[in-house]
């Protein structure tokens, strides 16, 4: 039996935001770590705000592919809050509970990011990185 599903599906989304941020900058051709240091230190540069967030929509639409993935839409926390790509790492990482009969939407997240995950793999594969 998994005693931690909330431990899984933080690592899960950490390291779909790390594989869609190392995409990111193949397609930027970022390579060196200056050039990563300047974008992420200037406000000013548009690709502050992407390499910046944790919203995995929002790293996947850069790449070109949004809508490729649908993450659940009613996930809320027990205290109303909506949980959505840019905060589910929070929700993991605090223990946060989902309201009573939205724990599947939990499952349906995770199922979500795995399919993210095999298509980074995927993609980093054809590049044969």
């Given amino acids: ?3 931690s ?3 899984r599906r933080l ?3 950490y390291s779909d935001e790390c594989g869609l941020k190392y995409l990111l900058l193949r397609k930027w ?3 060196l770590y200056r050039d990563i240091e300047y974008i992420m230190s200037n406000k000013e540069d548009p690709r502050n705000e992407i390499i910046t967030s944790h919203n995995i929509e929002k790293l996947i639409k850069e790449l070109g592919f949004a809508g490729e ?4 839409t009613k996930l809320k926390s027990q205290r109303d809050i909506q949980i959505n790509s840019d ?3 929070q929700y993991c990482r605090y223990g946060i509970k989902a309201q009573r009969d939205l724990e599947t ?3 349906a997240f995770e199922k979500t990011l795995i399919e993210i995950a095999e298509w980074i793999k995927e993609r980093i594969e054809q590049e044969e990185i």
Avoid: R
Avoid at 69 to 72: C, G, R
């Fill in 105 to 107: 939407d939990e499952t």
């Fill in 5 to 7: 599903p909330k431990s």
């Fill in 69 to 72: 993935f649908k993450f659940p």
């Fill in 11 to 13: 690592l899960l989304a």
């Fill in 1 to 3: 039996k998994d005693n």
């Fill in 29 to 31: 051709q970022i390579l």
């Fill in 87 to 89: 905060n589910f790492h």
